[in-house]
């Protein structure tokens, strides 16, 4: 098994994951992520360091979801609706899935752009610097995408309900 | 600045997506299908292999194109608009038909642009409004005569002279003579000349249309008349005249005496004399309705002439510091135009880099 075939088979989890929390939809993510993994597969010519491959694999997958946002954006808006919450839990707001529920909530509402670095950066774990090579933009780009993300989040009004000393933090500015 | 702590947003965001369930065995069927051979791959992957339609880089070339283009043109069509007048050949309005005026006549006698027409009250000149004159035999004989008064620019006396010289020599005509006159009044300044053209007479109403492109015409005379009668009668007389000659030539080989051969010879000498002036007005007929004769007159307006005042101290500062400013402006001005022009070109071309890359780069992933 090639290195790439290795990575391909342990990213794919984490990828689906990755691509449902952009997309909001877990049949959307795995057609996506296929088709990423598909197309990396087919351009594994392209990958020349070894090192980049992470970036590079979320790069695929994250380009491969801005073109599902970008041409199927009324079947997405139709099912952007991130399944799987659970109504008796759903009674109960103080539990985590409730609260994860309420940041799903939040985050459907940003802009693709916006989602996307907060998914890559605090579900991924890619620093700011992979964010960049995944995206194709500048640190500079994503580090101020990821504050309006936090702002913007943090004045939605499902997270606004809660305890905001839990869910929220006064950041001193300038 | 109110943010949403990191760390609650980590925790939920894993809770979210772990709450996804994923089949390991999903992958081991992506590599499969990418590994076989493209001909046996199942229609839904060979979607995703095949090329995607490039009708998003041909509509961001084909708008680079437009935005060139529509900075391009209109600075291109400035250029011809600014260079000097093709020949006017080639430019020359269609030419009226024989014996008839060059511009047509309101009521009032005054052309549309308000160029002033005098037609002769001689039956000569023909009518405005003849478009149904008769089409003229190669026999008959037409002399045309005409005038045009021509205000070109300034400078321009020199220049109309010789364009009017190429319009004469260029079909066989000639420049039948020419007067120029330069020189300054009070106050003013002023050039005019005087170019008699002669044309053959087929090319006289075009030279007409093409002399009239020269400049502003401020007055136009043609007259155009059927000598034809005028040439046969001259011809006819001729002939009378030289049987009238061979009969005395031949009553003086017959003459015996001195008083009968004087004055036999006295009669040929007036025959002879009537047959050679007949045939010179015969040659000039034939050379009038040959060649028709067009006399342009150009001026140029009068131009003010300023005195020269020598300026001194603070005033040629003054006019000095104003001209440099002006002329810089000026240079500015005329920079500013193919500056933008390089810099739209420049964005323009840096876009369609940048596209170009990208669409690569997301053609690699």
Known sequence: ?174 | MTMIDEEVLTRALHDAADRVDVSEDAVKHILAEAQVDPATRSRRVREYFAERPRGRTVLVAAACLVVVGAIALPLLRSEVVGRPRPTPASTAAPAPPLGTVGLSVSPNGVAPNGTAISTPASGKSLHATSSTAPAIATSQKIESTGTVNLTVHRNGVAGAITKLTELATSDGGFVDSTEARVGTQTLSSFANATVVLQVPQRRFTSLVGQVQLLGRATRIITSSSNVTGQYVNLQARISELEVSLAQYERIMARATTIGGILAVQAQIDALQSQIEQYQGALKVLGNETTFGALTVNIAQPHLHVVPLRRRTGFDKAWHDSVSGFVAGFEWLVRLAGPTLFAVLLLAALWLLGRYSRRALLRRRM
């Open chain 1, 1 to 174: 098994m090639s290195d790439l075939e290795a990575s391909l088979a342990d990213g794919y989890r984490q990828s689906v994951r990755t691509a449902y929390l952009i997309l909001g939809n877990r049949l959307d993510a795995e057609d996506a992520v296929q088709e990423a993994f598909l197309r990396a597969w087919k351009f594994r010519d392209s990958l020349q360091k070894q090192s980049s491959l992470r970036p590079w694999l979320y790069r695929v997958v994250v380009n491969t979801c801005y073109s599902k946002l970008r041409h199927e954006t009324p079947r997405r808006e139709r099912q952007c609706e991130f399944e799987g919450l659970d109504d008796q839990v759903l009674s109960d707001p103080s539990s985590r899935v409730a609260l994860s529920h309420d940041v799903l909530d939040a985050l459907r509402d940003l802009p693709a752009d916006l989602r996307v670095v907060v998914v890559l950066r605090y579900y991924a774990d890619l620093s700011e610097r992979d964010i960049a090579l995944a995206i194709g933009r500048k640190p500079g780009t994503v580090k101020s995408r990821l504050h309006e993300a936090r702002r913007r989040l943090a004045q939605h009004r499902s997270l606004r309900t809660e305890a905001s000393g839990e869910l929220t933090r006064e950041v001193v500015t300038g």
